[in-house]
Nanobody, 125 residues
Framework: QVQLVESGGGLVQPGGSLRLSCAASGSIFSINDMGWYRQAPGKQRELVARITRGGNTNYADSVKGRFTISRDNAKNTVYLQMNSPKPEDTAAYYC???????????????????WGQGTQVTVSS
């Protein structure tokens, strides 16, 4: 099993900054893509940013130039630096990780994808 633990959410003023972290642990063999999604009340979950193992990134148009996704492969951790947040960025933020996990005692691997439990970000003065 692979577990994700998120941290860093909270209340932030418009124009401020906030950094989210998500650490993956468990029977991990390798991690490919990592990302952040968000869901506001009454809306569908949407992509915020994703990053490949090699560091290629893609962002939602609404956060380009303000948010930065990064990862530490040695720590199996993904970050989201949120600069100049706006009230419309208020949502529950979920990290996402996909890769391969080990199972059994013969060195076998299987693909996995996991979601974090969500961390609330509220942008308000």
């Amino acid at each position: 099993q692979v577990q994700l633990v998120e941290s860093g959410g909270g209340l932030v003023q418009p124009g401020g900054s906030l950094r989210l972290s998500c650490a993956a642990s468990g029977s991990i063999f390798s991690i490919n893509d990592m990302g952040w999604y968000r869901q506001a009340p009454g809306k569908q979950r949407e992509l915020v940013a994703r990053i490949t193992r090699g560091g290629n990134t893609n962002y939602a148009d609404s956060v380009k130039g303000r948010f930065t996704i990064s990862r530490d492969n040695a720590k199996n951790t993904v970050y989201l630096q949120m600069n100049s947040p706006k009230p419309e960025d208020t949502a529950a933020y979920y990290c996402y990780v996909e890769g391969y996990r080990t199972y059994g005692n013969l060195g076998l691997t299987a693909p996995f994808n996991s979601w974090g439990q969500g961390t609330q970000v509220t942008v308000s003065s």
